[in-house]
């Protein structure tokens, strides 16, 4: 495209020197303005009608909504309808809470892979976008000279499409009874299911269905061997379902332990049982045509006149369609303690015990209880209760230890059956995961302590926190000899450091609406606010056994540096490397940089 093109053209003899000179020209006049075409500002508009009532012991609430939103490429709209209840009911002892919503989301988007976002802000305002008499103008896209491959970015919009449509509904039932004065039990069920269809579309007349279809430049014929799309435009269905459960039940234990009411205690014990199922269906057809009635074409090879390529594509997962199903169960006991001093010293404690299957056989830690500890210090309320520029001063610290189980591994030699295979006439099964019997809790340590502070009438606020995380066994992945089925094994292997500091910051220089209610209730005034936050975290990789600056893994290459993937005693995770700027070269001018003549 550009200038290159029309001299490319010239030089091949495909126009003539004053058609040469005319196109030249249009360029140097075209000026086309792709960010106002393409794009457009974001509007949306947001209505909601609502309702509520009650009495003393009930109460009720209702409302509908309903959001447009625009979006920033032209064309693309998103609409949401919503509608909840909610129901409440305080008797005695007892309450209950009620609570019922759904919502439909309709999406229609281009496509994401059609790009237009990024073609709007680096396309030269001299490629054209009409031809002088408002047509489409088009030129040839990734041009190779032998098919057709006309582009028109206007074209492609208008030939595709992405539409989600989402259908969600939710169910949420808490009751509770005062047992003792001291003693609360709560029982609390949720219930959510959502639905969701995406269609992206690809038509027969798009640049992105031309390129498979392999149509010869000169002669408009299809090159019926490598051609991946012979007739009409493609569409690709994503069908997912997710539906999920909990049930948690709480027995809430709380009193003063003296009769003047300085100390309180608080203990929680807490049961939970969850349950999410996810299933999707996702498949994708060739030769579609909505405007002859949704109609999927048939493409029929001859015993001479094969569609070799087309074909190939149909024995694709792609086209055969996959199925997913994913069923995770979760059940958990928690408890916590809490205790005050006035309200001047409050210590937490928490506890929770997991169990996993995932664990290997030779593992003697099936069961790990997860715990932390935390204390706060309202210094504002005692020690400095008599400072009138101390509105607020807390120190808080934490303790916590808790466990990780990878994903990636299984104590179990895990088989991934596949269908029949064509030349052998039987079932193949590949290996998915292999065995790992010494496979154990990942373990974390953590330390955090800060300070928040509100001082000068509150018109500086903030706070100042540090934490340290320091990691035991942590996971990674260790080549192996692919004779095992595999080439990778999931280890405990590192130990990783974390530490970082953060400092925000509230400033209110004026603030007259602290105290300026007008007639009707609402506040009115003039804020001045400045909000500034810093913050650092490092990390770094530790390994007792190899130095510092030694790589941790078995194999390595100059991309795993590049790429941020390579693992390095001594260093943060994730570092990029890159080699040293040597300088340029005189003679050629090229840059040189040390070490890459080994």
Known sequence: VGYEAIYSDYLSNKITRDEFIQQVGDLETANTDWLGILLQNTFSHAHTLSISGGTDHIRYYASLGYTDERGNIRGEENKRYTGMTRLNLNYNKFTMNFGLNASLMKKDYTP??????????????????????????????????????????????????????????GLNLSLGYQVLRDLKVDLTFSYNVSHTDNNEYYGENSWYILKMRKEYLETGEIYKQYSECPVGGQLKLNNTKNENYSLRTTLTYSRFLD??????????????????????????????????????NKVESTYTDKYTSFEKWLQSDEARGTLQDNLT????????????YKNSYILNGNIRIDASNAFGDASNERLLPIWSASFRWNMDDNILSNVYWVNELALKMSYGWQGNMSALGSHRLVIKKGGLDGKFKEYESTIENFPNPNLKWERTSTYNVGLDFALFNRKLNGSISYYYRYTKDAFFNKSVSPVNGVETYTVNKGNLRNQGYELTLNFVPINTMLNSLNSSGKRRGFVWRFDPNFGSVFNQLVDKIKPKDKVLQDEVTYSDYLNGSVQVAGRPVNTFYSYKFKGLNHDTGSPEFYNTDK
């Open 112 to 169: 994401s892979g059609v790009g237009v976002a990024d073609y709007a802000y680096n396309t030269a305002r001299s490629v054209k976008a009409y031809n002088e008499d408002g047509s489409l103008w088009f030129y040839q896209r990734d041009n190779d000279g032998v098919y057709k491959k006309d582009f028109n970015m206007l074209n492609e919009m208008a030939n595709s499409y992405n539409k989600i449509n989402t259908e969600q509904v």
């Open 259 to 296: 009769e003047d009411g300085d100390h309180s205690m608080t203990a929680n014990l807490i049961g939970e049982l969850s349950e999410s199922t996810y299933s999707g269906f996702a498949i994708t057809r060739r030769g579609y045509m909505p405007d002859r009635g949704n109609l999927f």
């Open 329 to 340: 169960r979760k059940v958990a006991l928690v408890g916590s303690v809490s205790y005050a």
